[in-house]
């Protein structure tokens, strides 16, 4: 007789990369519900200006803590094992505190030229610039080496213990600069927290024990990733980033708080959803998928993101001046008209998310360079020209939401080119091995 084999139902791929997506983004939901909560205490608790401060600050720490690891921490997707992991990793912190040390020395001698109002800030700065390197690497280590729920719970821990830091550093009256302090010490619960979870004692002293000739190798061999990927990290960050500081110089630090609030609520899905959705782009990646599973797995996400993030941005955007006032106060009503306009430019950023680090796994820096390049001349271009002719300021950030638009779809179908054209990322040079 001839043995019939029993063969169960084959799980669907869509629907295990939904439960993949949905367990990374649930406890990021929580967090991002959290801040949304908190907003409308915060407002009363802080004036526009405060926020103005906050958002100049953010923006800023943001820009330079992605480049506060010179990018070495990208370079974690793509180890061979445990022993070069060591490795990148202690080149990943001797390049936190040059960085730091060197932003610290250049804020003191620029302290002179800043606002009197903004000076402090410049030896606060440096502190969230190497909180947000120091971060980005526990980040990376998680999703290399597998650690999805860690991940996952740090994208609930920064963003509530900051907006609860906030909110009570508010109500004891500490003044607006709470709001900068309450950032960093959530950074330092982030960093704690990951490195607890993720980090054995045996990853403790190898890191430690990791030989500088070898560190000096790999900055050598990983080249690329601060060769290119600074550059195109500070375009990416700054077509972010970068409009709050120059809203702010252009047309006042009041202006430059309801920005902050407005880009809160609208890019907040896109940073703590969309960011786990590309992460399980990654892992996917990192188990060694072929190029056709690869599309398809990014077919997928964009579908989902589609339906999550993108529709519901511009939903928001549609209703945002209707309940703006009775939300906030009367006094915000500028954030409503503003997420008008950051909606569209929102649901481009969120399709794109997912597949950002496209790039990395192809080593294609020089790809993303470029793209970043033509995004950056699409958002500053008629941010500056139209503040240059006088324009209204709903006006100018209307302009600039359209051309950000326009680019983050360029990054989009720039990465669905590369997984049409490449092939597997092994294929492409990258390595991706399980650990040993």
């Not at 202690?90 to 009197?116: D, H, N, R, W």
């Not at 430059?256 to 996917?284: K, N």
């Not at 939401?401 to 989009?412: C, E, K, Y």
Request: hydrophobic share 55%; charged share 10%.
């Amino acid at each position: 007789m001839v043995a019939k084999t029993i063969t169960g139902p084959t799980r669907s791929p869509i629907g295990s990369l939904i439960r993949a997506a949905a367990g990374v983004s649930a406890l990021a939901i929580i967090g991002q519900l959290t801040i949304v909560a908190a907003i409308p205490v915060l407002t009363r608790l802080y004036s526009p200006e405060d926020f103005g401060i906050f958002t100049i600050y953010l923006s800023i720490v943001n820009i330079l803590g992605a480049i506060a690891a010179l990018r070495f921490g990208s370079s974690l997707y793509v180890v061979e094992n445990n022993i070069q992991a060591h490795v990148t990793l202690k080149l990943i912190l001797l390049a936190v505190c040059a960085t730091g040390v060197f932003m610290l020395a250049a804020g003191y001698l620029l302290s002179g030229a800043a606002p009197e109002r903004l000076r402090h800030l410049v030896y606060l700065i440096p502190i969230g610039m190497a909180g947000a390197g120091l971060a980005e690497a526990m980040n990376s280590w998680s999703l290399r080496f597998g650690h999805m729920r860690d991940f996952a719970m740090g994208r609930l821990v920064l963003p509530a213990s900051m907006a609860l830091l906030q909110v009570g550093f508010g109500l004891a009256h500490l003044g607006g600069d709470a709001m900068v302090q309450a950032h960093i010490l959530s950074q330092a619960g982030l960093i704690a927290f990951l490195g607890a979870r993720v980090l054995s004692w045996e990853d403790v002293r190898g890191i430690a024990q990791a030989p500088w000739r070898a560190v000096v190798a790999t900055a050598r061999r990983e080249y690329k990733f601060p060769l290119f990927d600074i550059p195109s990290a500070l375009v990416g960050f700054a077509i972010i980033n970068l409009p709050a500081i120059l809203i702010g110089s252009l047309f006042g630090t009041t202006l430059a708080g309801h920005f902050g609030v407005a880009a809160r609520l609208v890019t907040g899905p896109i940073t703590l959803i969309a960011m786990p959705l590309s992460s399980v782009f990654v892992a996917a990646a990192s188990k060694g998928s072929n190029d056709r599973h690869l599309l398809g797995t990014a077919r997928g996400l964009l579908l989902l993101t589609a339906g999550l993030i993108a529709v519901p941005i511009l939903g928001l955007g549609f209703v945002a001046p209707y309940v703006v006032v009775p939300l906030l106060g009367q006094s915000w009503m500028p954030a409503g008209q503003i997420m008008t306009a950051l909606a569209f430019m929102g649901a481009a950023q969120a399709l794109s998310t997912p597949l950002q680090e496209v790039t990395t796994l192809f080593r294609r820096q020089e790809v993303r360079f470029l793209v970043d390049a033509a995004r950056a001349l699409l958002v500053f271009a008629p941010l500056l020209v139209g503040a240059h002719l006088g324009c209204d300021p709903l006006q100018v950030i209307y302009l600039m939401a359209a051309g950000g638009a326009v680019g983050f779809a360029l990054a989009t179908a720039a990465a669905l080119f590369l997984l049409n054209s490449e092939g597997g990322p092994g294929d492409a040079g990258a390595t991706i091995k399980q650990p040993l």
